[in-house]
């Protein structure tokens, strides 16, 4: 997808519809956030080749260091690589500019040198969205990218709350699941099942 075709700069992407060009009218996107992670990832991996999806996962430059290998294997296998800061600083919509644009710059450039795609798309932690930030996220060719449907899967709130969440995700959404930050096993067995039921809705899931 052409960066200079995206439309929206100033304020972040929570649905499909706002990228240019968009993509089919039944498409939804499932966004990964937090890893990689040596336990969880390769089974995300697993689940998404299973039934046969693609997805687009935010990764953390500080683990891209450490699993290369393992940040390579998500995209070998067809997923979209994007930047989710260098060390998922919480807090960053009160850092100064400078500490942001390290936060955005470091993982930006870690994940081009050790997967070769540059990315498109960053996410703050969070969703914490400030001037600065959207301001560093554009001068490095990048779109905000937010969500629609979030069932704070990060909190391990049961796997029939991740479930009943997802599946009021529409056409156009944008999804939010995480397989870093601890255990995903909730995250893992809800998907497993809201896959193919939201396929057999007529659903495609996308890559941003």
Same mark, same amino acid.
Request: glycine share 6%; net charge neutral.
């Given at each position: ?9 100033? #304020? ?13 009218? +039944? ?24 039934? +046969? ?9 500080? =683990?891209?260091?450490?699993?290369? $290998? ?9 997923? =979209?690589?994007?930047?989710? #800061? ?11 500019? $400078? ?30 969205? #400030? ?36 599946? $009021? ?16 096993? =909730? ?12 396929? $057999? ?8």
């Amino acid at each position: 997808m052409d960066a200079a075709k995206l439309t929206a700069l100033e #304020t972040p992407v929570r649905e499909l519809s706002q990228l240019s060009p968009p993509p089919p009218a +039944e498409s939804i996107a499932l966004t990964i956030d937090d890893g990689p992670s040596p336990l969880w990832t390769p089974r995300v991996l697993d689940l998404l080749a299973e039934h +046969e999806i693609h997805a687009t996962f935010f990764v953390i430059g500080e =683990q891209v260091k450490e699993f290369s $290998k393992l940040t390579r294997r998500i995209t070998d296998a067809g997923h =979209q690589i994007c930047n989710h #800061t260098e060390t998922h600083p919480i807090y960053i919509a009160n850092m100064s500019k $400078k500490r942001v644009r390290k936060e955005i710059v470091e993982a930006h450039d870690r994940i081009a040198d050790v997967t070769g795609v540059v990315p498109q798309f960053f996410r703050s932690p969070g969703g914490a969205w #400030t001037k600065s930030i959207l301001e560093t996220v554009a001068e490095h060719d990048m779109l905000p990218i937010d969500w629609a449907v979030d069932p704070r899967d990060w909190a391990r709130p049961g796997v029939g709350h991740i479930r009943r969440t997802l599946m $009021k995700g529409k056409a156009g959404n944008i999804m939010l699941c995480h397989d870093g930050g601890g255990d995903r096993s =909730q995250t893992l067995k809800a998907l497993d099942t809201v896959i193919p039921k939201m396929k $057999k809705r007529g659903l495609t899931f996308v890559a941003l």
